[in-house]
C-alpha cells in the first residue's frame, strides 16, 4: 500500500510538474537531459579556459544560441530544476577535461545573501549539489561573499578584476586544508570571479583548485 500511494505521488508529481528540456522547455523523459533534437546540437569536445590566475576551467558549451537560452532560463525564469539536467552534462565534461583529477570537495560561486533572497536560489550552488551526487564527492559551502559589488556584466573588461577583490572569503580554514577542490559556476568570461575565488581558496590553505562551468564566454 505504501508503496502504492508512494508510485502514485510521484505520477502526480510527474503530471504536475513534467522534466522539462533545459534548451528548448519541451516536456522530456524525466531521466533523460535534453531532447533528442537538442543533443543533435550539443558540440564536442569541451571547451577549456583559464581563469586569471592559471586556474583551469572547463566548460560544455559556449554562451550562445540554445545553450545561453538555457543558462537565462535556469537564471532569471526560476527555472533552478534544470539544474539536474545541466549538471548531467556537466559532469561529462569534467570527466572529460580532469580524468586524472581526484577531487576533495565540490563547492560553488557564491552569491551574496541579498541576492539570494531576491532569486530564491544561488544558480551554481544549485549546479554544485547535483554534481556533488553525480560524482560521489561531498559539496560543502566553502566561501562566502561578504561585500555587495557591481554586477561584472556591466563593466568593461578592465574594471572586472578590480570589482571582485575582497568580495569574497574562506568560511572554515579547517575544511579546505589541504583538499583539492572543484568550483563550480554557471558562467565563465572574463575569468576574473572564478579566479579571485580559487585565489582565495588557495591562500586558504587548499591544494588545488580546478573550475567547472555549463557555459564558457568565448569572445568579449
Ligand atoms: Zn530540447
Not at 564536442?44 to 579556459?49: D, E, G, H, M, V
Not at 559556476?185 to 575565488?197: M, P, R
Amino acid at each position: 500500500m505504501t508503496d502504492f500511494i508512494h508510485k502514485l505521488k510521484e505520477n502526480i508529481t510527474d503530471i504536475l510538474f513534467p522534466v522539462r528540456c533545459p534548451y528548448c522547455e519541451k516536456i522530456i523523459d524525466k531521466n533523460e537531459y535534453a531532447c533528442e533534437s537538442c543533443k543533435k546540437q550539443f558540440p564536442a569536445p569541451s571547451i577549456t579556459k583559464y581563469c586569471v590566475g592559471g586556474f583551469p576551467c572547463t566548460a560544455p558549451f559556449p554562451y550562445e544560441g540554445i545553450f545561453k537560452k538555457a543558462i537565462t532560463n535556469f537564471k532569471f525564469k526560476n527555472c533552478g530544476s534544470y539544474s539536474k539536467q545541466l549538471s548531467f552534462v556537466l559532469v561529462q565534461s569534467i570527466l572529460e577535461s580532469f580524468p586524472e583529477k581526484t577531487f576533495d570537495i565540490i563547492t560553488c560561486v557564491p552569491m551574496h545573501e541579498k541576492h539570494i533572497k531576491k532569486r530564491g536560489y544561488n544558480q551554481a550552488k544549485l549546479l554544485a549539489v547535483e554534481c556533488s551526487k553525480f560524482m560521489n564527492i561531498p559539496y560543502e559551502d566553502t566561501l562566502e561573499k561578504f561585500k555587495e559589488n557591481k554586477i561584472q556584466h556591466t563593466l568593461k573588461s578592465k574594471e572586472r578584476a578590480a570589482n571582485v577583490k575582497g568580495v569574497y572569503r574562506v568560511t572554515d580554514k579547517k575544511l579546505i586544508k589541504g583538499k583539492r577542490i572543484l568550483i563550480i559556476d554557471d558562467i565563465i568570461t572574463t575569468g576574473n570571479t572564478l579566479g579571485e575565488c580559487a585565489r582565495v581558496l588557495m591562500k586558504g590553505g587548499c591544494k588545488s583548485v580546478n573550475c567547472a562551468v555549463v557555459c564558457a564566454v568565448t569572445e568579449f
